[in-house]
């Protein structure tokens, strides 16, 4: 069952340029997350230097903020690494995983599980990533990547409640493309993916949110988190658009949603 209020990720990678630009873009988005707080969840995932910046504007509001990356380890001899226990203090998420991370900086199955159970032993909400590469997709096995990652990746992470812990789908040839997945593809995907969490972690797999990310905009947002098991979307490059960030929360907010328990419904 998906989340009663989905969560729209924004990943602005390396943007935007200057502090004042990121306070800038985080403050036009506020409007719409306010507005539709109650139905969305919004959280925004500047670069390092950027967090505390954005974090200023962000105070006070529902919008959570999070870290693109984090090391395993707390503190130590890691030049230009920032680790989950430093961003704990502020921010409220971390990403790990991302495909660009596994394919410019080498990150393998076994950092990236590090990299979650530290996250989530620091007290982060934790969006581990994991995704096929265009060639795999062709040979038919998205399955098979995605299974051998998210095993991998929950590898040290404790089977509790899940909903610490959420799994973005991002195939790797949809990503800043404008290919995105064909909503079939990814509700079978986010399906398989369900299915493994609750193999791994038992239980509390079934409260684990998952994702869709991958060339998502105002125009198809509504096709994932439409889809009976997807809870929300990852966003890059349109969540670098206030106004086309702002257009898909006011999306996701319109569509019907699943009654929580002690919810009344609408
Ligand atoms: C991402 O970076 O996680 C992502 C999904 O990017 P884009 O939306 O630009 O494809």
């Not at 076994?110 to 096929?132: F, N, P, Q, S, T």
């Not at 949809?174 to 909503?183: C, E, F, H, L, V």
Request: hydrophobic share 45%; charged share 20%; glycine share 12%.
């Amino acid at each position: 069952m998906p989340a009663s209020r989905p969560l729209l990720a924004a990943n602005w990678k390396m943007n935007p340029l200057s502090a004042g630009a990121a306070a800038e873009l985080a403050g036009d988005v506020l409007p719409a997350a306010r507005e539709h707080a109650g139905r969305v969840e919004v959280a925004l995932f500047p670069p390092f230097p950027w967090l505390l910046p954005v974090a200023r504007v962000l105070e006070g509001t529902e919008v959570g903020l999070g870290a693109q990356d984090c090391h395993w380890e707390a503190s130590g001899a890691f030049t230009g690494e920032v680790s989950a226990a430093m961003l704990a203090g502020w921010c409220d998420w971390v990403i790990v995983g991302h495909s660009e991370r596994r394919i410019h900086f080498g990150e393998d199955d076994g950092m990236v599980a590090r990299k979650a159970a530290a996250g989530l032993a620091a007290g982060l909400d934790v969006i581990l990533c994991v995704g096929e590469r265009e060639e795999e997709f062709v040979d038919g096995r998205t399955g098979a990547v995605i299974e051998r990652q998210l095993r991998a990746g929950l590898e040290g992470v404790e089977a509790r409640g899940g909903r610490r812990l959420v799994v973005a789908y991002e195939p790797v040839w949809a990503i800043g493309t404008g290919r995105n997945a064909d909503p079939d593809h990814a509700g079978r995907t986010i399906g398989l993916i369900r299915r493994t969490l609750v193999d791994v972690l038992g239980r509390p797999g079934q409260e684990v949110r998952v994702l869709y990310g991958g060339s998502v905009n105002a125009a198809n947002v509504a096709s994932y988190v439409g889809l009976p098991t997807c809870d929300g979307c990852l966003v890059g490059g349109a969540s670098l658009k206030a106004a086309e960030f702002s257009r898909m929360i006011a999306e996701v907010a319109a569509l019907p949603r699943a009654v929580a328990a002690g919810e009344e419904a609408e």
